[in-house]
């Protein structure tokens, strides 16, 4: 792997249902935010993928949109966040608010122990 960097080796992945609009552009901001802010894990982490949904469908809730954020930790178990809002950014940045405070505990826990 001469030649990669931290950030090449975390592939970022987006999913979307059917009810969510899934462009390029999208997408792109999605993984914006996620490497930005998951960016002093990104030697620790192989891979996280961020799940969008409609709950509700055509009701537009105050919970109607739900994300779920997997990031899988080299060598170790997956860690699972999920959250829900009103909208796609506010859900998004719910459960990468969530992930970084597991993660900086998770990774805490294991730098304690070394």
């Known amino acids: 792997m001469t030649g990669q ?3 090449q080796q975390m592939l970022v992945q987006i999913n979307t249902d059917k009810r969510i ?3 390029e552009a999208t997408n792109a901001a999605v993984e914006g935010r996620i490497r930005e802010r998951l960016s002093r894990f990104t ?3 192989t891979r996280v993928e961020m799940h969008l949904r409609d ?3 055509d009701r537009n809730g ?3 949109i739900e994300a779920k ?3 899988r930790p080299a060598g170790g178990q997956p860690i699972v966040v999920n959250d829900q809002a009103a ?3 506010s859900a998004v940045a719910g459960v990468i608010r969530k992930a970084v405070d597991i993660l900086d505990r998770s990774f805490g826990k ?3 122990v070394r």
């Open 21 to 23: 609009e899934s462009t």
């Open 5 to 7: 960097t931290d950030e």
């Open 55 to 57: 709950v509700d469908g």
């Open 43 to 45: 030697g620790r982490l």
């Open 62 to 64: 105050s919970r109607g």
């Open 87 to 89: 909208s796609v950014d």
């Open 110 to 112: 294991l730098d304690a």
């Open 69 to 71: 954020l997997e990031a």
